[in-house]
C-alpha cells in the first residue's frame, strides 16, 4: 500500500470524525425547543413531577400508570407534591393534554429534537384531533 | 496474576468515580462536559494521525502475502482470488473481507491433545472467538451511529431508520436496543474468555483488560441511563449539541452519570492512539493481507536496496581451477 | 542420537493449559536446556561472511562474550529495522493478543510451553519495544497506574537469553499468520530478531557454517566442485545399473536452455539423493526426445539459503549467484528443484533483492509452448510447475503401476504453501505417476500445513528434542492416514523435509518411508530404450516387476 493511498485513507477516517462538526457547518441546525407552558398548564403550576424529574422520568410514569389503570383499575396517582391526579394521557379535563393542550409543543417538539418516537399514539389519540 | 486485571479494573472505577465526584461534589461540570472532550478529540485525531503516518514512513521492502490458498500459475489450475490474490481486486475483495468479516479468524480451529487414550492431537472448528468479536464490533459501531442523533438537529432520516431496526424487538420502555445489549454482552463475553481460558489469561496484559474494562464502564453507564436511572436527554442534547458547534453550553438537571459516561468516552477516546485499539487503522496496513501475491510476475522494489559483497564467479574459479580442470568442469580462465 | 527422550515421555510432557503467573516477572528463570538449542556459531564460520563478534562461545555459559555496548546495538538495529520494515513497526504495535494464534504452532503444540504461543514469543520483543519505542508507553508509564498498562521491560542479559532461546524455538513456518486477524506474521518478526543476533554473533552454528560454506564453495555442505560432479556421476551409474541408460548431466554448459538450480541436500543425503536421481531421468528424457538443454553449475550448486536465517543481507548475498551464473552462462531462464525456503526467497525475494533479470527470457517452455506468465519478471520456475505442465500436455511416458507399491500423502512445505500457495502442482504430479494418493486432514494440508519441526536451520542434531516435539502435530496427522488408508510414503517437495521427516517417521511413524515427488516422477517415467526395472531408484524390489525367473 502506498503513501498516497495511505494518506487518502487518513483524510477521510479524520473527516469521518470530525463529521458531527463540519456536517452542522454545512446544514441548517433546528434549536432546541424551549418548553412553554401554555392554556391551563399555565395557570396550574402543579403537575405530577418535578421539572427536571419529569423530563427524565415521563416515560416510566407514563408506563407504570399504563399498568396501573389497565391491570389494577386504579386510576389514582398521588405525585410527590401531595396532590392527586387522574392517570391518563389523553381523556378528559385532568389528563395530561387536558392540561397541556398543544401536542406539538408539549409532546412532539422534544422527541423530534431527541430523535424518539414513542408508539403512545398508536393507541391514543390527540383529543384535539377529536373535535 | 490479579494485578493484570485489579489495576486496570480499580482504574475505570476511579476514573468513573473521579468525574462523578467532580461534577456533583466539586461542580466541575465544565471541565468534564466541555474540557476534557475536546482535549480527548484532539489527542485522538493527533495520535491516530501521527501512529498511521509512522507506520507509513517505514518502508515495505518485499513484497510478502501470507498465501492461503492456491497460487496463480498454469492456467489450467484453478487459483484461489481472494486468499491468495495477485491483482488489486483480489487483494481488495480480501482486505473487505478481512476487514469487515474477520475472514481469518473465521478459519480459528482449537486444538486438544488427547492423552493417554490414543495420544492424537485434534483440531476442531472454534468460531465463538469470531461470532464475539463480530458481535462486539458490529455492535459498538451501531451505537456509536446511534449517538449522532446527539448531534445532529434534525436527525437524518437514515440514522432514525437505523434506530427503527435496532429497536425493531419492540421490547420495554424506553424500546430496547439490540445493540446496547449485544455490546454489554461481548464484552462481557471477552473478558470471560480472557479470564477463563488459560492460555489466554497467561498472555493478557493490564493493557487488555483495561479497554474492555472502560468499555463496560461505558456501556453499562449509556444503558444505565438509557433504561434505569434516566436522564434529561434534550438537556444532554443541547450540551451534545453546543460542543459540535463550539457553542458549549452546561444545561442544567443533567446529572453526574452522564458526566461520567462522557469522561470515559473522553478516556477511551485519548487512550486509543496509544493503544493496541489501533488495530483499526493496522489492519489496513498488514503486508502480508494487503499486497497481491505476483512477486515473480511483477518486480516489486525495495527502496533501500544496497548492494552487497558477494562471492563471485571468478572468485570461486581462481579458488578451485585446479580441481576443477581435473575433474573435466569447464572454466573461464585456462592458466 | 535422536532418542535421547522416548515418544512416550515427550508425549507426558504436553499439557496446554499455561501456569499461572505473569511471564515478565518470569524472565530471570530462562532454563537454556540440551535438546532444546543449538550449538554456538564457530568463530571462523562468522567471520568468512565478516559478520561481527566472531569469537568462541556457549550458551549455557553465563558469559557470552558480548560486545561492551550490546544494548545499544540492539537498540541501534531495532531502531533500523523499524524504518525499514512496516511489517516489523505494524505487528510492534497492532496485536491485540485475541489469542487465535495461540495453539497453531507445532512448537507449542508440541511442547505445552506457553512462550512458544506465537503471540508470547512477539511479545518477548514487544515488550522490549514498548519500552524502548513507544512514546504511548512512555507518556503512559508518567500516569498514575500506567506503567502496569504500558507492559514494557528494559533489555537485560536475561531478556535476551530469552529471546535467543525463543527466537531459535521458530521455524519462521506461517501457520500463525494465516489465523491472526490482523496477518501478524511471527517469521517477519523472528527474522528480525535473528538479524539483532547476528549483529551481536549470536547465530547457531546450524545456520552460520553452512552459510560459511555456500558463500565459499557455492553450497552449504561445502561440496566442492569436484566432488559435486563425482556425486552426481555416482547417481548416473546406479541409474545406468537400473535402466541401462546414461543420464550423464551437463555442467556450467554455456548457451544451454536452462539453468538448473536445487538444494545441495539433494546432492548429499539420503533420501534427496533419489529424488535427485529423478531430476537426472527427467532431464535425461527431455534431452532425448525434445533436445531440451539443461544444465547444472557447481557454482550455482545450492538452491537452499540459510541466509535467510541469518539477515536479508547475508541472503542477497547467497542468493546473488544464481543470476550471476544465468547471466555468466547464457541461458534463457532457471529451474528450481523441489526445496521450501529456497522457494520462498524465489518467490518473495529474489528479483527485488538482485534482479531486474532482463538478461535472461520470460521462462517458456520450449517443448508445450507454455509461457509461465506467473514467473515473467523473477524468470525461475518451479519443477513442479514444470512437470505438471509436461504431464498435462501428454509429453511424459509414465507408467504409473512401478509406483504401485507406493501409498502417498503429500506434506505441504510451510514456505511453498504460505509463501507461494504451491498447492496443487505437487498434487497433480503425485496423481499422474501413481495411483495410491490420500489426503492428511484438513486442517494439516495446504495453507494450514504443520511444519516438519526443524525449518529456518533448526534441523541440527543437538537439538532432537525440540525437532520432534515440533513435529508431534504433523506425525500424529501422518499417523492418521497411515492407520486409515495404510498410507507408507510421505511426499514432500522439500529438501529439508526429505531429511528432517524421514528422522520424524523413523521417531513416530515408523513404517512411513519419505519421498520427494521427482522421485516419484524418476520411478515412473518410461526412459528411451530403458531395459524392464525391476527395482526402484531405492533398488528395492517393486510389486509386479519382479524378475522373471528363467528356470
Known sequence: MNKNMIITGLIIFVLAVLSPFWFNIITTIEAAPKPELLGNAKEEKKCVLEKY????????????????????????????????????????????????????????????????DPYCWECHTNPKEIK | MNQKYLIPLTTVFLLFLVAYTGVEGAGLHQVFGIFIPYLAVLAFLAGFVYKVLGWASSAVPFRIPTTCGQQKSLPWIKQNCIDNPDTSTGVLLRMVLEIFLFRSLFRNTKAAFNKNESNTLSYSWEIFLWLGALAFHYSFLVVILRHFRFFTSPVPSCLKFLEYMDGIVQLGLPGLFISGAVLLLATLFLLARRVLDAKVTYISQAADYFPLFLIIGIAASGLSMRYFTKVDIVGIKTLTMGLVTFSPIIPEGVGGLFYAHLFLVSILFAYFPASKLMHLGGIFLSPTRNMANNTRAKRHVNPWNYDVKTHTYEEYEDHFREKMIEAGLPVDKEE | MSNEIKPDELLNKIDYAPASGNWMDTTGSVQIRPGMYCYAAKAESVQTLSLPNARPWNPLEEDWKLPDNWQEIIFQAMKERLERFRTFKVFMDICVRCGACADKCHFFLGTGDPKNMPVLRAELLR????????????????????????????????????????????????????????????????????????????????????????????????????????????????????????????????????????????????????????????????????????????????????????????????????????????????????????????????????????????????????????????????????????????????????????????????????????????????????????????????EQTFCCGSGSGLNAGENMELRMAGALPRANALKYVHKKFGVNTLGTICAIDRATLTTMCEYWVPDVQVYGVHELVGNALILPGEKKRTENLRLEPMTGFEEEDDE
Open chain 3, 127 to 446: 515488550s522490549v519495544y514498548r519500552n524502548d519505542f513507544s512514546t504511548a508507553a512512555k507518556i503512559l508509564s508518567k500516569i498514575p497506574g500506567g506503567k502496569a498498562l504500558a507492559g514494557a521491560r528494559p533489555m537485560t542479559l536475561s531478556v535476551l537469553k530469552e529471546w535467543w532461546y525463543y527466537f531459535f524455538q521458530c521455524t519462521e513456518c506461517r501457520r500463525c499468520s494465516v489465523f491472526c486477524p490482523y496477518g501478524i506474521d511471527t517469521a517477519e518478526i523472528t527474522i528480525m530478531a535473528r538479524e539483532i543476533f547476528n549483529l551481536l554473533g549470536l547465530n547457531i552454528d546450524w545456520i552460520a557454517t553452512p552459510v560459511s560454506n555456500c558463500f565459499k564453495t557455492g553450497n552449504h555442505l561445502g561440496i566442492q566442485p569436484h566432488a559435486f560432479k563425482d556425486m552426481l556421476e555416482f547417481f548416473v551409474e546406479d541409474i545406468e545399473s537400473l535402466t541401462g541408460v546414461n543420464c550423464t548431466p551437463q555442467f556450467q554448459k554455456k548457451g544451454a536452455d536452462i539453468l538448473f538450480i536445487t538444494p545441495s541436500g539433494d546432492v548429499f543425503a539420503d533420501p534427496g539423493t533419489y529424488t535427485c536421481q529423478g531430476y537426472l531421468i527427467l532431464f535425461k528424457y527431455l534431452k532425448d526426445k525434445y533436445g531440451l538443454d539443461v544444465t547444472w553449475s557447481t557454482y550455482a550448486s545450492e538452491g537452499g539459503n540459510f541466509g535467510f536465517f541469518t539477515s536479508h543481507e547475508t541472503m542477497k548475498r547467497l542468493n546473488a549467484k544464481m543470476y550471476a551464473e544465468a547471466r555468466r552462462l547464457g541461458v534463457k531462464w532457471i529451474l528450481g528443484g523441489e526445496c521450501g525456503h529456497m522457494w520462498r526467497v524465489i518467490h518473495q525475494y529474489m528479483d527485488t533483492m538482485n534482479g531486474p533479470a532482463d538478461f535472461l527470457e520470460i521462462p517458456k517452455n520450449p517443448i508445450t509452448g507454455t509461457v509461465f506468465e506467473n514467473a515473467a519478471s523473477t524468470k525461475m520456475v518451479h519443477i513442479t510447475e514444470f512437470t505438471a505442465d509436461l504431464i498435462k500436455h501428454g509429453k511424459l511416458e509414465l507408467d504409473k503401476s512401478r509406483n504401485a507399491d507406493r501409498i502417498v500423502t503429500f506434506h505441504d512445505s510451510c514456505n511453498p504453501a504460505r509463501g507461494m500457495g504451491l498447492l496443487d502442482e505437487p498434487r497433480y504430479v503425485i496423481q499422474n505417476v501413481c495411483d495410491n494418493f490420500y489426503e492428511m486432514p484438513p486442517n494439516t494440508i495446504r
Open chain 1, 53 to 116: 424529574d419529569m423530563r427524565a422520568n415521563h416515560p416510566s410514569l407514563l408506563d407504570e400508570w399504563r399498568d396501573s389503570v389497565v391491570r389494577d383499575s386504579d386510576r389514582q396517582y398521588k405525585a410527590a407534591n401531595g396532590h392527586t391526579f387522574e392517570m391518563s394521557l389523553s381523556t378528559g379535563k385532568n389528563s395530561c393534554l387536558g392540561c397541556h393542550e398543544d401536542k406539538a409543543k408539549f409532546c412532539d417538539s422534544c422527541h423530534t429534537y431527541a430523535s424518539v
